[in-house]
Each structure stands twice: as C-alpha cells, then as structure tokens.
C-alpha cells in the first residue's frame, strides 16, 4: 500500500526509508514476472536524486536496507555507480564487469538472499535522478529482463506520485495558482480558455505561467507542461 503523506509538514520529515506494504501495482508486475525484492529510490528534487539515500520504498529485509546505508554501501555499490555512468538498464553481472564489489556488500546480499539484481535507472532530459532495482533467486530472462526494464518508470512514477504531489510544487514554490494553470494548459487550453476556466484574468493567467515555467527551468509553455507532468506536479 502506497502511504499518505498529510501527517508530515515538510519532506525532511518524512521517513527516508519506507516499506512497501500491499502494493496492489507491484503485486500485478510480480504475476508478469516472478521477482524476490523491489526497491525505489530517488526523486526528481534536488537534494533527493538516487545515491544520497533521501527516499527509498522497498520490500527487502528492514536489516539489509538499514545496514546498507549506515555503512553507505549505495557509494560504492556497482549497480548504482555504473547504472550513473551508462544510463541504461543493467544486471548485476553487467556491473561486476566493470566494476567489482565489496567483500561486505557480498557478505551482506548473501546473508540476506537479495541476489541477482537489476537496476533500471530513471531519468529526465538526459539526467538520472531515480532508479528501480529488482532482484531474483534465479537470474531473469532476458524478456523478463526487457519487461522490468520497460515497467520501471511507470513504476517510479506511481509509489513516488504521493510524495510529489505533497512537496514537490512547494519545494519548487510553485503556488496554486501555478500549478492549476499548468493543469489546465495540458489539456490544450489557450490562456482565454484557462481564464473563463478558473477565474484567473488572462492576464493573471499569462503572468502564471511565465512564472511556472521559468522556475520549471523550461524555455516555453510546452515544455513547462510536460515537466511539470514529468515531475508528479499535474497529472
């Protein structure tokens, strides 16, 4: 079950590291293909991307995850450092190629069965931010392997959207009227449009977007408008 966030005021206070409990989305993907753990991590928020350990959802033994990074494994874990480098999605055998583990991180995947791993990393214009890793008893398939691999986004996108949807417009401060302006430019609305819509003066309605596209960081409406939906902040 994917948690609410309504009891936390700011994302710092939320727990960085959250177990996935009845995930009705990650039980569907389980019966396309059979995997043993799941973990989450990264947002598209700065200060939050994957490695730091800010924002982690997983199903693997409450232990391995806690001893993983109070030992800061994630810095010189394979998986992560050569999933930053390519971009790509990889298995484990992949990065031990280019890169070979720690006695510790093997001692401690052994002991905790989190074995045959593969990382999906998530990325916006280029630039990695999040990543889905999977693990197996026996390795995966290579279509099961493309399968995770092409699930994973939609994945990140779905168990991080309430945790968007409750900091990210404010830790962009972007305000409502941002925000609703956003929404309804994605449907194709002209600004006259938005105005009639949601009250806004069209004038209010230019000055809206203007502002939340430039702290988007977008050259135009367009683009504003398919970061802001990138990002969890419209649907």
């Given at each position: 079950?994917?948690?609410?966030?309504?009891?936390?005021?700011h994302?710092?206070?939320?727990?960085?590291?959250?177990?996935?409990?009845?995930?009705?989305?990650?039980?569907?993907?389980?019966?396309?293909?059979?995997?043993?753990?799941?973990?989450?991590?990264?947002?598209?928020?700065?200060?939050?991307?994957?490695?730091?350990?800010?924002?982690?959802?997983?199903?693997?033994?409450?232990?391995?995850?806690?001893?993983y990074?109070?030992?800061?494994?994630?810095?010189?874990?394979?998986?992560?450092?050569?999933?930053?480098?390519?971009?790509?999605?990889?298995?484990?055998?992949?990065?031990?190629?280019?890169?070979p583990?720690?006695?510790?991180?093997e001692?401690?995947?052994?002991?905790?069965?989190?074995?045959?791993?593969?990382?999906?990393?998530?990325?916006?214009?280029?630039?990695?931010?999040?990543g889905?890793?999977?693990?197996?008893?026996?390795?995966?398939?290579?279509?099961?392997?493309?399968?995770?691999?092409?699930?994973?986004?939609?994945?990140?996108r779905?168990?991080?959207?309430?945790?968007?949807?409750?900091?990210a417009?404010?830790?962009?401060?972007?305000?409502?009227?941002?925000?609703?302006?956003?929404?309804?430019?994605?449907?194709?609305?002209?600004?006259?449009?938005?105005?009639?819509?949601?009250?806004?003066?069209?004038?209010?309605?230019?000055?809206?977007?203007?502002?939340?596209?430039?702290?988007?960081?977008?050259?135009?409406?367009?683009?504003?408008?398919?970061?802001?939906?990138?990002?969890?902040?419209?649907?």
């Amino acid at each position: 079950m994917i948690q609410g966030f309504d009891g936390y005021a700011h994302l710092g206070d939320v727990p960085k590291q959250r177990r996935l409990r009845d995930c009705s989305i990650i039980e569907l993907l389980r019966k396309a293909v059979p995997f043993e753990y799941v973990a989450i991590g990264g947002l598209d928020l700065d200060g939050y991307h994957l490695g730091r350990g800010q924002s982690i959802d997983t199903d693997m033994p409450p232990a391995f995850i806690e001893t993983y990074f109070a030992e800061a494994l994630g810095q010189s874990d394979p998986i992560v450092a050569v999933g930053k480098m390519v971009a790509k999605p990889l298995t484990e055998e992949e990065a031990y190629g280019i890169m070979p583990p720690s006695d510790r991180l093997e001692k401690l995947k052994r002991f905790f069965g989190v074995n045959n791993r593969v990382f999906v990393p998530i990325t916006r214009e280029g630039k990695m931010y999040g990543g889905v890793c999977f693990t197996t008893s026996q390795p995966f398939t290579t279509g099961e392997f493309e399968f995770l691999a092409m699930a994973a986004e939609q994945l990140h996108r779905t168990i991080t959207k309430s945790l968007m949807d409750r900091f990210a417009g404010r830790l962009l401060k972007l305000t409502h009227g941002e925000i609703t302006c956003l929404q309804l430019a994605s449907t194709g609305r002209t600004s006259d449009e938005i105005a009639d819509v949601s009250k806004y003066q069209p004038g209010t309605v230019n000055s809206y977007l203007k502002s939340g596209t430039k702290k988007l960081g977008a050259a135009n409406r367009v683009e504003a408008v398919a970061t802001a939906i990138r990002r969890g902040l419209i649907a």
